[in-house]
């Protein structure tokens, strides 16, 4: 039975929102993904309040059966985590209430599972959420990529679905520590081509 997971990439100026189903088997169907915005004039309160209607109108809508959200990590650009964390505990809150699992993955963690390599930029991962759910093109902007990847991942990574695991495209045995799907093994395989081919041509430097 598939499970459905809310993804949240938190911002306060902007805050990617994707919903997933997921299969036991890995595969992966996109339900809806929205980026909620806010304008910079507005006070802070009532940019919360925005945030916080959009999420509470996208869970009554769909349902998920539990909510992932980006971990908050250390910036340079203070008002930037405090943005992070403000919506982060507004949608904790609205999970809490609606009895929801919550779970935090670190960006990397969300790149591991997702493209197999944990030092993937924004556009790999762009491109393996396209792949992964079967889109003709990567959901735009970088926001809604990463709230649909944040689903994905946790699906992947819990019980609710079978063979979940965190792979390293640096690992040779990689593919041995969980089930890949075959976008994921496409994607290791083009990472292991990349790294022969520049260490063939560092050689003959």
Request: a positive charge; glycine letters at 8%.
């Amino acid at each position: 039975m598939a499970v459905r997971v809310l993804g949240i990439d938190p911002g306060l100026t902007r805050c990617g929102v994707g919903v997933v189903d997921v299969e036991p088997n890995r595969t992966a169907r996109l339900v809806d993904v929205v980026v909620l915005r806010t304008p910079a004039d507005l006070d802070t309160p009532n940019r919360l309040v925005r945030i916080a209607e959009g999420l509470e109108a996208i869970l009554d809508e769909h349902r998920p059966q539990a909510v992932a959200l980006e971990r908050v990590f250390a910036r340079s650009d203070v008002s930037t985590i405090m943005g992070t964390a403000q919506i982060s505990g507004v949608a904790m809150l609205l999970a809490a209430r609606r009895r929801l699992p919550v779970a935090l993955h670190t960006p990397s963690e969300v790149k591991a599972a997702i493209t197999g390599y944990g030092r993937a930029d924004k556009a790999q991962v762009g491109a393996m959420v396209a792949r992964i759910l079967g889109l003709d093109a990567v959901p735009k902007p970088a926001d809604a990529a990463d709230s649909l990847a944040l689903a994905i991942c946790h699906a992947w990574r819990t019980g609710g679905v079978a063979g979940a695991a965190v792979l390293d495209a640096s690992n040779p045995d990689a593919a041995a520590q969980g089930a890949l799907t075959p976008a994921q093994r496409a994607w290791l395989a083009a990472e292991r081509s990349a790294s022969v081919s520049g260490a063939a041509r560092r050689v003959k430097e």
